[in-house]
């Protein structure tokens, strides 16, 4: 089982999760980030560290949020791996509470 970052990441890109991760298994796009599932020892920690609730564990996904599994896997094998907080985008704040982001996510 893995943890699967969500559409709520996107254009927030909170990095909080990524310093608790044992395992490093976190990757950065240009504006979210992704667990990658072969890394993702399953520990919970990175959960409850995300300010946007977009961390959650693959057997909680809604049948709507099924994609983001494999979206999660096939950006982590493309994009670079994080393990330190960075500073959130300046406009954060303004996307965390926006719905039905994916048409911005950049890959």
């Not at 300010?51 to 094998?77: G, H, R």
Request: proline content about 7%.
């Amino acid at each position: 089982m893995t943890f699967v970052v969500k559409e709520a990441c996107i254009k927030c890109k909170y990095t909080d999760c990524v310093e608790v991760c044992p395992v490093d298994c976190f990757h950065e796009g240009p504006n979210m980030l992704v667990i990658d599932p072969d890394e993702c020892i399953d520990c919970t920690l990175c959960e409850p560290e995300c300010p946007v609730d977009a961390i959650c564990s693959q057997d909680d996904l809604t049948e709507a949020e099924q994609q983001f599994l494999t979206l999660n896997a096939e950006l982590a094998k493309i994009w670079p791996g994080i393990n330190q907080m960075k500073a959130a985008p300046p406009d954060a704040d303004e996307w965390k509470d926006v719905k039905d982001k994916l048409q911005h996510l950049q890959r």
